[in-house]
């Protein structure tokens, strides 16, 4: 069972900006980073965010990432049909002697 | 450009060991910037870390499989290996290898291979 917690889908029509959240808790989205992950269908994922706000070289800078308390989110600007994906955050999380945990996943479809 | 490269059988049957390999070409397995990890994704489903490996040796495990998982790393080869064993129908999934930056911990998964079905059935 996933300890972060996605909505399981969001939607928006080219050019809206789509919002995806992540709950988690002070052992892991609290006290660690925060890292997004894009998967097309049938394609390995795709590191989108890191450090809760940075993008990787060659991500557009429509995606964006943040960060308060125990939750983030992935914003979307400028909402285009290639962004049809599957969205995951990622933590590292303290307990247990550590863990790495993602988020349930959210599917985002462009109308 | 770094690429990793899983490989293994696809078909395991249950209660047997699953095995498979990542080559990491590109780049060399022994920096010290980098752990390496093994993440599932079961059919229609989410995704599942399962564990990461220093170069050294030094490894972190899901504590949910943990006592089923082993990695290791050759770095004669470039590769690091995973075994999970007693598997069931429940392990059928495909299984990613990727390279974890570090802060401190394993981190962001930058490069990941292109994933490798793993049925288990009889």
């Known amino acids: 069972q996933s300890v972060l917690t996605q909505p399981p889908s969001a939607s928006g029509t080219p050019g809206q900006r789509v919002t995806i959240s992540c709950s988690g808790s002070?052992?892991?989205?609290?006290?660690?980073?925060v890292y997004w992950y894009q998967q097309l269908p049938g394609t390995a994922p795709k590191l989108l965010i890191y450090?809760?706000?940075q993008r990787p070289s060659g991500v557009p800078d429509r995606f964006s990432g943040s960060k308060s308390g125990t939750s983030a989110s992935l914003a979307i600007s400028g909402l285009r049909s290639e962004d049809e994906a599957d969205y995951y955050c990622?933590?590292?999380?303290?307990?247990?002697?550590?863990?790495?945990?993602f988020g349930t996943g959210t599917k985002v479809t462009v109308l | 450009q770094l690429q990793l490269q899983e490989s293994g059988p696809g078909l395991v049957k249950p209660s047997e060991t699953l095995s498979l390999t990542c080559t990491v070409s590109?780049?060399?397995?022994?920096?010290?910037?980098?752990?390496w990890g093994w993440i599932r994704q079961p059919p229609g489903k989410g995704l599942e870390w399962i564990g990461s490996?220093?170069?050294?040796?030094?490894?972190y495990y899901n504590p949910s499989l943990k006592s089923r998982v082993t990695i290791s790393v050759d770095t004669s080869k470039n590769q690091f290996s995973l075994k999970l064993s007693s598997v069931t129908a429940a392990d059928t999934a495909v299984y990613y290898c990727?390279?974890?930056?570090?802060?401190?911990?394993?981190?962001?998964?930058?490069?990941w291979g292109q994933g490798t079905l793993v049925t288990v059935s009889s």
């Open positions: 450090s809760n706000n």
């Open positions: 002070s052992s892991n989205i609290g006290s660690n980073y």
């Open positions: 990727a390279r974890n930056s570090i802060v401190v911990v394993p981190a962001a998964l930058d490069y």
């Open positions: 490996i220093y170069y050294s040796g030094s490894t």
């Open positions: 990622a933590a590292w999380d303290d307990s247990l002697s550590g863990r790495y945990v």
């Open positions: 590109g780049g060399s397995i022994s920096s010290s910037s980098y752990y």
